[in-house]
């Protein structure tokens, strides 16, 4: 019997708690540049349309939003915490900042080491990651899936929590509208330009957490 990675459960609530911390970093102006990058501000607010949603907007900003500097808010965060940041904070921002997102067919799970087999469909090749709720879903396997993956050696790979779920139904038409985007997106990083259209097809083509699914608002 396969097990659960040792180091999993630790990454996972150390991160969470990094997260918000990151998120922190970001000023009021940013909040609005970010909100109009992913055309998020309706009648001079910003409104999403659920929760889950706000996480995903929140996982743009900690990684893909490049401030006049050059420096996403994870290199600000470690460059004004250097000196406090715990070893696995440091582990967890080094695979941040070599972090990298894309649209996967989920294949298969395994619920004893809490794994789930990808492919990769805009790179090719396949990965397994671990993740507790995703392996623990029967219908696991009727998604494709858009997400940022975090990898920490060979032998673990874990998604940043803010995955984006399409049915499999949909996936020739999610692919084919993404790289339509792609095309009239405005500069920016293949990450961010990548992310910003996902994010748009989720509004449109996603399945909804619908237990989650309230609209929220930021002034």
């Known amino acids: ?3 659960i990675h ?3 459960d630790q990454l996972r609530a150390v991160g969470k708690d990094l997260n918000s911390a990151l998120f922190k970093e970001l000023t009021q102006d940013e909040y609005k540049i970010v909100a109009r990058r ?3 501000i309706k009648k001079g607010k910003m409104r999403f349309d659920s929760y889950e949603q706000f996480d995903q907007y929140t996982d743009f900003c900690i990684n893909d939003y490049v401030d006049s500097r050059g420096e996403n808010l994870v290199k600000r965060y470690k460059r004004r915490h250097h000196e406090t940041i715990s070893a696995t ?4 921002i080094d695979a941040l ?3 990298q997102t894309s649209l996967f067919q989920i294949l298969s799970r ?3 080491s809490a794994t789930v087999q990808l492919k990769d469909l805009l790179n090719g090749g396949e990965l397994a990651i671990t993740d507790r709720n995703l392996s623990a879903s029967p219908g696991a396997t009727s998604f494709i899936m858009f997400t940022r993956i975090l990898t ?3 032998d673990l790979h874990i998604t940043s929590g803010a995955s984006m779920l399409f049915p499999n139904h949909s996936r020739e038409q999610v692919l084919l509208e993404y790289w339509r985007l792609l095309k009239k997106s405005p500069a920016g990083s293949i990450q961010s330009k ?3 259209a996902f994010y748009k097809l989720h509004s449109k083509h996603g399945f909804k957490d619908m237990a989650r699914d309230e609209e929220a608002t930021v002034a």
């Open 1 to 3: 019997m396969r097990h």
């Open 6 to 8: 040792p180091d999993y």
């Open 152 to 154: 920490y050696g060979d």
């Open 38 to 40: 992913l055309e998020t």
């Open 194 to 196: 990548r992310y910003a």
């Open 110 to 112: 395994d619920t004893d």
């Open 89 to 92: 904070e440091a582990r967890i």
């Open 97 to 99: 900042l070599t972090s």
